[in-house]
């Protein structure tokens, strides 16, 4: 499956006019699975994130026997979400057409009188464990290790293109509908330009919108990198709100939690396609997309989005095996 997609990405430009599979050697800004931290220390100076990390020397999980080793945190792509206007459409799949186009889900950026823009996209999920895929990093225990594969199809949803629908899903919308709870997203959207978004205001998506309902809905479009990467978001909310966002808490270096609402620290994005950003650095949630949007989408090809998401990762480096092993090196 691997060696299909590397081929793929290499030759797709050829094949499609409108997607492609990611190439791991010029789409991927790989700068940003820095910092990297080891012992709670920094060990890649030229690279700050303020991301909380914890400062622990040493860590142990268990186990039989139970396992003691060195803490290390950093960044992975571990998925892909793309966001389109044609339904049954897969941009980070070469632009596959998977179906006819139902015209009740096909997607439109339309006027609504004085309320200026509004928009309507799919989205789409896949696992993308591009580490694991090329062979990178194999002794850290936390990468993921799945097949490329579609999690999600909002197409399959009656609840993407149903706000009241959506609403009995999640009835906690309607708390965060008033006045006062978007006020307190002002502070999330400064948070979030610092590069540290707040978890605890779980219901804002910084600059761009609010998390709230898991829709493809954008009743204020700004532009279509605002209204894509607020539908990135809204995607990863629902995710966690049905138990299917999983991360590590600050003090976990063993396993996943999963986490029931969603923790916006533990993820940052990166814009692929149409023009992949790789000059970096990889967005938090909610940022302002003024700068790192700006030219990022035209007409004919550029109205379509996929998002690489790069994962918070955290490692118990087993001290023993590398020990043993050079030992074991040494005697032969």
Known sequence: MKFLWLFCALVSPLLAEEGKFINPVTDICWSCIFPIHVAGLNVTPAHKDLVKYPATPVCNCAGTPPKFGVPLAFWEPTALIDVTRTPYKLIAWGGIQLSEADVKKRGAVSHVGDAGRSSFYNVHYYNFPVLHWLGLLTDFPCLESSEMSISYLSEFDPFWDDDQWSAVLNPE??????????????????????????DKLFWCAGCVGSIYPFVGHVPHHVGAVQASYLLVQRLLGKLHSIGMGLGFKEDNFCEKSVFPRLQKS???????????????????????????????????????????????????????????????????
Do not use: M
């Not at 708390?175 to 999330?188: E, R, T, V, Y």
């Not at 997309?289 to 490692?315: H, M, N, R, T």
């Open 173 to 198: 919308a309607f708390l965060f509908s008033n006045p006062l709870a978007q006020a307190a997203c002002i502070a999330d959207c400064t948070a979030s330009v610092l590069g540290r978004p707040t």
């Open 266 to 332: 533990i993820y940052k994005t990166q814009l692929t396609h149409p023009i992949a950003n790789t000059k970096g650095p990889c967005q938090p949630l909610g940022k302002s997309d003024l700068l790192w949007g700006a030219g990022k989408s035209f007409p004919y090809g550029g109205e379509d989005f996929v998002y690489l998401i790069w994962s918070k990762k955290q490692c118990c480096l087993d001290a023993v095996k590398p020990a043993v092993k050079a030992v074991t090196g040494v005697v032969q």
